[in-house]
């Protein structure tokens, strides 16, 4: 049985959840792993397989994507349409991660991908219009609320298409955390306190 601890973050852009996420890894000592590192781990599977020192490699040596605004795009495909092959690569590699870390993984479907694990947490973070809107120009290099709602719905597609859920919809998450209410570093501490009390 898999006992390590997993925490998985959607949010939306501009709600501060990537920094979130690097915050709750931080405090806990926990691997953070985004879609990149996600994209090279389901890259390996697709090659020959993830093995044990690919794996080691990518955990110590591929650092998480920076802070700053990167559109959301499917990895392996052309602009339009998604990419079944690459999905179930993605799918097999965070399953792996999560089997060999506590760790923290943002997006790419993780809270669904890990549904079944015992000691995974799922968060979805959002924020109102205004604070995304001043996190846009500021930390996201002037982007409008537009395009991350645009960025946003593309995100809301790819969940649709490949769990048939609806993004952040409740009842798919342990908490939802508005962090236009609650600082980042208090909502990782909310975050952290709800894991250490709920784990099994």
Sequence with gaps: MNNHTVITISRQYGSGGRELANKIAEKLGYKLFDRQIVHLAAAQIGIDDLSEDNLRNLENNVTPLSLSFIPFFNFGSRNTGFNND???????????????????????????????????????????DDYR???????????????????????????????????GDPKNYDMIINTSKVSLDKA???????????KK
């Design 188 to 198: 990782a501490d909310i975050i952290i306190s709800y894991v250490k009390s709920n």
């Design 86 to 128: 690459v999905f179930i690569n993605e799918a097999k590699a965070i399953r792996q991660l999560a089997n060999n870390n506590d760790c923290v993984i943002l997006g790419r479907c993780a809270d669904f991908i890990l549904e079944d694990l015992p000691n995974h947490y799922s968060f979805f973070i959002c924020a109102n």
């Design 133 to 167: 809107e001043k996190r846009g120009k500021e930390v996201y290099d002037g982007k409008s609320l537009k395009e991350l709602n645009e960025e946003d719905n593309k995100r809301a597609n790819y969940y649709k298409y490949y769990t048939k859920q609806n993004w």
